[in-house]
Structures are given as structure tokens and as C-alpha cells.
């Protein structure tokens, strides 16, 4: 394996492991067998374990994010751009549940990532949503007053809310994209001009 295989052969076994184990539980070693890596060869390409899963969640994240903008490209009404979406991030959810499990649980167990991390990939992520909002607004759909960075944060915080429920739930209780439409549509409402 070439080094940029290696790399990407450490974050997909990392994801498992993570996932499988959990954060805390994961071992170096673990990944390393899973990647048919030896163990110190993960150690030329990442610090600890932390680094493997910050790695990781930029590496998704950045993917996630060509993969949103690719898609909402083709939507030009601000209103269907942001259904579009909900309906994207809550999909990611179902489509890949190991991912969603390590962004969703185990991140947030890292308390590196939460106290030090400062998170440009994530903010890329919200700048999308508040990119739509300022759209809606220039065009008159979305009332003028809304705040646009406050908006963004609330789209994730539901969106983020269903997943976290999504994943760690044995029950599935509703369709991914049945909720997307239901938060789509609410947050649009309260979105929609009025003058």
C-alpha cells in the first residue's frame, strides 16, 4: 500500500473500530489489525488515537460537505435548497450508520475535540444553511430580521437531535426522510416573510 492508501485504510478501519468498541474502548493495535497495518506505521501518519478520530471526522466532513454543496446546486428555490437539505443530512444517518454512530456518540466522548478543537470543517458545514438563509432573504422569501448564523445553528441542532435519536435508538420509530420534510417545512414557516 502506498501512503495516501495507508492513510485512508486507517480512517475506514478507524471508523469500524470506533464505531464497534466505542472511543474509549478502541486500541491503537485494534485499528492497525482492521487496516492490515503494523502498529507503528499508524504513528507516522497520526499522533494518538484523538488525532485518528479528529482525522477522521475532517476527512468525512470535508467529503460530506463537496457532496451537500454538489447537490444543492441544482435546487435554485432557497426554500427547496434547505428541505434538500435536512433530507441530505438526515439520509447520511441511515446510509452510513458507523459514521453517523462515530460523529454522533464518540466525538463528542473526546474531550480534546470539545474543549480545544476548533472547528473550521464544521462551521464550513454551517455556513451552507446560512448561506441558504441569506439567499431566501435577498430574494425576499425569508424574512429580512432573521438572523442568519442563529437559523444555521438551529437547522443542525434538529437535524442533529434526529440523528443522535436515529442512531442510538434499537427502534426505529419514523422515516429519515419523513422527518427531513417535517423540519424542512416547520423551520420554513417560521422562515417565510410575512411583509
Not at 485518528?52 to 447537490?71: Q, Y
Not at 435519536?165 to 416573510?193: C, M, N, P, Q
Request: with cysteine; aromatic share 10%.
Amino acid at each position: 500500500m502506498k501512503g495516501e492508501e495507508k492513510y485512508k485504510a486507517i480512517l475506514k478501519a478507524a471508523k469500524g473500530v470506533f464505531a464497534r468498541e466505542g472511543f474509549y474502548n478502541s486500541k491503537v493495535s485494534e485499528i492497525a489489525k482492521e487496516a492490515r497495518v503494523a502498529d507503528g506505521t499508524i504513528y507516522l501518519y497520526f499522533k494518538n488515537k484523538e488525532d485518528i478520530l479528529i482525522s477522521l471526522f475532517e476527512e468525512e466532513l470535508t467529503r460530506i460537505i463537496k457532496l451537500v454543496k454538489g447537490e444543492l446546486e441544482q435546487v435554485s428555490d432557497p426554500r427547496d435548497k434547505l428541505r434538500r437539505f435536512c433530507d441530505i443530512h438526515l439520509n447520511m444517518a441511515e446510509e452510513d450508520r458507523t459514521l453517523a454512530e462515530v460523529i454522533q456518540v464518540e466525538l463528542r466522548q473526546s474531550n480534546k475535540f470539545m474543549r480545544e478543537y476548533k472547528n473550521k470543517y464544521f462551521l464550513a458545514y454551517l455556513k451552507i444553511v446560512a448561506d441558504i438563509i441569506d439567499e431566501g432573504k435577498a430574494s425576499g422569501i425569508f424574512d429580512q430580521d432573521v438572523r442568519s448564523d442563529v437559523v444555521a445553528r438551529m437547522v443542525f441542532g434538529s437535524l442533529d437531535e434526529i440523528s443522535t435519536y436515529w442512531v442510538t435508538s434499537r427502534r426505529k420509530r419514523f422515516d429519515v426522510h419523513d422527518a427531513a420534510k417535517t423540519v424542512g417545512d416547520i423551520l420554513i414557516e417560521g422562515l417565510v416573510s410575512s411583509h
